[in-house]
């Protein structure tokens, strides 16, 4: 059974361009969640989803970043419009039930030149 | 969800116990405690979680006090491999919000040969 699986690993965009990071979760798992770690600093929750459904995305700024999770493939977030203070670690988790123990991906880097 | 304090570095022999110790003395009777780790920059891994019984697995064991604000975690035989920075979190799932987990500052874990 493969982990979840995050790409690109390594993604560098110039300012104004778009990213978009793309997590499969593990195999059976219908919860999936995002994290982002900013340099230096401790990982902060961003969305959650279960299958077609946003259901906690207050982690999430407002503007520019979206999540999907559709019923066929992976869950995606994209970033709009990025900035430099995008640049970041991005992991994605995925579980079977809504417990807290979640299994992450390796993170997707995202440096904006 | 509950707060959680923990020693901001730590340091362990080789082949020594590492025990690492987490107050969450507002725990409410619902919540889990749950231990991840983060290696480097990989993503989190979880390691073990409980309520209020001590659980043991592969990878460590889990004391949680009998008022369960305070837990501790063993490592019972550290490996340079250990090295790394140690979660406690303290998380209810709910099926409505999922598993929102509120990572802290972590302990610093260095094993030392």
């Known amino acids: 059974n493969a982990g979840v699986m995050q790409n690109p690993r390594h993604l560098v965009r110039r300012r104004g361009q778009e990213a978009r990071l793309r997590c499969s979760p593990m195999?059976?798992?219908?919860?999936v969640y995002w994290y982002r770690q900013l340099p230096e600093e401790g990982l902060k929750f961003m969305v959650y989803?279960?299958?077609?459904?946003?259901?906690?995305e207050s982690g999430m700024p407002k503007e520019r970043f979206s999540a999907e999770f559709p019923k066929e493939g992976p869950s995606i977030l994209r970033i709009q419009q990025v900035v430099r203070g995008d640049s970041a670690a991005y992991f994605c988790?995925?579980?079977?039930?809504?417990?807290?123990?979640?299994?992450f991906g390796e993170g997707s880097r995202l440096t904006v030149l | 969800d509950a707060k959680t304090t923990q020693p901001p570095s730590m340091d362990c022999a080789e082949g020594r116990a590492a025990n690492l110790p987490c107050n969450h003395s507002?725990?409410?009777?619902?919540?889990?405690v749950y231990w991840y780790r983060q290696i480097h920059s990989q993503g989190p891994q979880y390691i073990i979680h409980?309520?209020?019984n001590n659980e043991t697995n592969e990878m460590a064991s889990l004391i949680i006090t009998e008022d369960r604000k305070s837990s501790t975690l063993i490592l019972p035989h550290a490996t340079l491999r250990d090295t790394a920075v140690y979660y406690c979190?303290?998380?209810?799932?709910?099926?409505?919000?999922?598993?929102?987990?509120?990572f802290g500052e972590g302990t610093q874990l260095t094993v030392n040969p």
């Open positions: 989803l279960q299958k077609e459904n946003i259901i906690d």
């Open positions: 195999k059976g798992h219908s919860h």
């Open positions: 988790a995925s579980s079977p039930t809504f417990s807290g123990e979640l299994f």
């Open positions: 507002t725990i409410s009777g619902n919540e889990y």
């Open positions: 409980g309520l209020k």
């Open positions: 979190i303290v998380n209810m799932g709910r099926e409505t919000s999922g598993s929102r987990l509120t």
